[in-house]
């Protein structure tokens, strides 16, 4: 076993990462950007050592610094995490030529699988089923529109080199070919330097299943399945393992077709073979097709640990260190069912938009498993992914995990940025997902249902009133106090974009009455604290004029002040604004052009992912202020637009 490796990494993998280190006695270098040297991961590491800058490029994207820093801290092996430079042969061949250890597969493992057409030849070599597809070198658009039409609609474009659903389009019908196709070869350009993509048969019913692989460079061992189907935009959301409805004939054929594809390119370490299901009538062991491997730690890798316990991580030093695989393939099992839940800050009502700010308040509930790398105070910088933590639980069956995970999900607290939190618990809750009928398509065909947000209750809101206004401690002796009668305050909060008028009459100590939009609250003090109308209060962080009540749902108030409060100019549509840091990739408009309500205006790059900007109502172009190839912060003013004039009677 190592006595010190690097983790190339960040956030919650490389906090993931130093936790099994702790546990095995090894030492651990951290690694880490200007902006990230009083993150978590810096913290819990026994050595920290900083590559400067902010963006990836700037840093954990340099892969000579992160190699001087294994020699100067003396790590004797690199372990790459996820993402960042975690399947980049080239790197591999770095790590090796200066004498350390990269804990993962070889750089000609990774090469064989890491441009997506190559891969799925060498698939079918190897006797590996694969979806009917173009994964030619002709990349001319006329040439790939007829390989689509060949294929037959509805097709996949996605790029070769991609990943996370980063250059990747659908398209049905052969009039959406051109577009989808510049998108999401502009996409995979930028993403990773390559704009060559392959066109796939898109299965109308599809599953994402993956099989956990694990490998010594000769043999390979499979660790059963995920189902990874919940997806949007065809980023996983929540998780699971195993697979709702998964068949002894199914796991065994999906298993053993996993363990050919490892062992026929010689796989060392932790890998996962995807694989697209097709769910139309059952999971048939004739009905799944190679889709593409990841050779490197999953983010969902916790759901198989929980159902196998097997520390993956640790498999990974042992394996990397020269111990042979740890156990046969007839020594595994699987005991029971586990979810995860990716945690994001992000403005799901904005169209799921990443979010930024500072994480005033976070907690997560105790019988649940939380990988983060964040912590109360910490800032959720637009440089990186803007994953807070991922939830995990276990039961003894689905229905049991199922629960826990709701559970979960409503007991963890998250204050001073959007998160997708509400998104989560209403998935969990949705009943076709509840009964086992999942496929990639069920979070489009329900999204605005999963998206609606919920009213707070007026109890709820008479809490956060109360906080707002100090009045939530417990009762004085002269509270309520008054000469002639009981003095009412008159208290304006906003709840999301809603105002909301409310009355606060404190009639005795331990005695409030609050008015909601007219609807009377009564809150009372009594052995267990305050109750709202019989009800007690909910968990609450207060930062400023400002409390989030947590729950389900969780939600912020802010105090309103009079003195603020100006004629509403702005939010008529006129304005195209940023909604987030990125570059602007193209502007579609020029002054005087007449545009229509939905109307593509210009592209937003940010996090590596393109961001249509659309027109909100129909009108003429009267400024732009933004051009192709500028940077540009959050809530910066791109495009005007003014009223189209009406024709004189």
């Not at 912590?375 to 049991?400: E, F, N, T, W």
């Not at 618990?425 to 947000?453: K, P, Y």
Request: aromatic share 6%.
């Amino acid at each position: 076993m190592f006595d010190t490796i690097l983790i190339a990494n960040r956030g919650e993998i490389a906090c993931r990462v130093i936790d099994t280190c702790r546990r095995l006695g090894v030492r651990t270098v951290a690694v880490h950007s200007d902006v990230d040297a009083q993150a978590r991961h810096v913290e819990m590491a026994d050595v920290a050592v900083s590559l400067g800058g902010a963006s990836p490029a700037e840093s954990y994207l340099r892969g000579d610094a992160i190699i001087a820093a294994a020699q100067s801290t003396g790590a004797q092996a690199i372990h790459p995490g996820y993402g960042f430079l975690s399947e980049n042969p080239e790197f591999v061949d770095m790590v090796t030529a200066a004498g350390v250890v990269f804990i993962g597969p070889s750089a000609s493992a990774i090469r064989a699988m890491g441009l997506k057409d190559a891969a799925k030849n060498l698939m079918a070599e190897a006797g590996v089923p694969v979806v009917p597809g173009y994964q030619g070198a002709e990349q001319a658009p006329e040439a790939l529109a007829v390989e689509a039409g060949r294929i037959c609609y509805p097709v996949l474009i996605k790029a070769v080199a991609g990943g996370g659903g980063k250059g990747m389009r659908l398209v049905e019908t052969p009039e959406a070919f051109a577009d989808a196709l510049a998108s999401a070869q502009s996409e995979a350009r930028t993403a990773f330097g390559n704009a060559h993509v392959l066109i796939e048969k898109y299965i109308t019913s599809p599953r994402h299943i993956e099989v956990q692989v694990f490998g010594d460079g000769t043999r390979a061992v499979h660790l059963f399945e995920r189902d990874c189907s919940l997806q949007r935009r065809h980023q996983k959301v929540i998780e699971e393992a195993p697979a709702p409805g998964m068949t002894p004939e199914m796991r065994a054929a999906m298993g053993q077709a996993a363990v050919r594809a490892a062992e026929a390119i010689g796989y060392k370490g932790a890998g996962t073979v995807e694989f697209i299901v097709d769910g139309s009538d059952g999971l048939r062991p004739d009905g799944f097709w190679f889709m593409e491997m990841n050779t490197r730690l999953q983010v969902e890798h916790p759901v198989t640990e929980a159902i196998t316990g097997v520390d993956l991580v640790e498999w990974q030093l042992r394996v990397a260190s020269g111990e042979p695989l740890p156990c046969a393939q007839e020594e595994l099992t699987i005991t029971g069912h586990s979810f995860e839940a990716r945690l994001y800050a992000e403005d799901v009502p904005a169209g799921f938009l990443p979010a930024t700010g500072r994480l005033a308040h976070l907690a997560f509930p105790d019988g649940a498993r939380a990988d983060t790398g964040e912590r109360s105070g910490d800032v959720i910088s637009p440089h990186y992914d803007p994953m807070i933590a991922k939830v995990i639980v276990h039961g003894s069956s689905r229905a049991v995990a199922l629960r826990k995970l709701r559970r979960a999900l409503a007991a963890t607290q998250v204050a001073g940025t959007v998160t997708n939190l509400a998104f989560l618990g209403a998935l969990a809750r949705h009943e076709g997902f509840s009964n086992g009928v999942v496929d990639t398509g069920l979070i489009g065909r329900d999204l605005e249902t999963l998206t609606a947000v919920p009213a707070p209750s007026n109890a709820a809101l008479a809490q956060a009133v109360l906080a707002l206004l100090g009045l939530s401690r417990a009762p004085m002796p002269l509270d309520g106090f008054a000469l002639w009668q009981p003095v009412t305050q008159d208290v304006a909060v906003q709840v999301g974009d809603q105002d909301v008028a409310c009355k606060v009459t404190v009639r005795a100590p331990g005695q409030i009455d609050v008015s909601v939009d007219g609807a009377l609250v009564a809150a009372r003090f009594g052995a267990n604290g305050w109750r709202f109308d019989g009800q007690p209060c909910a968990a609450v962080h207060l930062d400023g004029g400002e409390v989030t009540v947590f729950g389900d749902p969780t939600f912020g108030v802010k105090k309103i002040d009079p003195l603020d409060v100006e004629a509403a100019l702005v939010g008529s549509g006129d304005l195209v604004e940023a909604p987030m840091p990125g570059l602007v990739r193209q502007v579609f408009v020029s002054v005087g052009d007449p545009v229509a309500k939905g109307d593509r205006l210009a592209v937003l790059e940010a996090m590596k992912m393109e961001h249509s900007l659309l027109a909100a109502r129909d009108g003429i172009v009267a400024e732009v202020m933004a051009e192709a190839g500028g940077q540009v912060e959050a809530g910066a003013a791109l495009i005007r637009l003014e009223g189209v004039e009406e024709d004189a009677p």
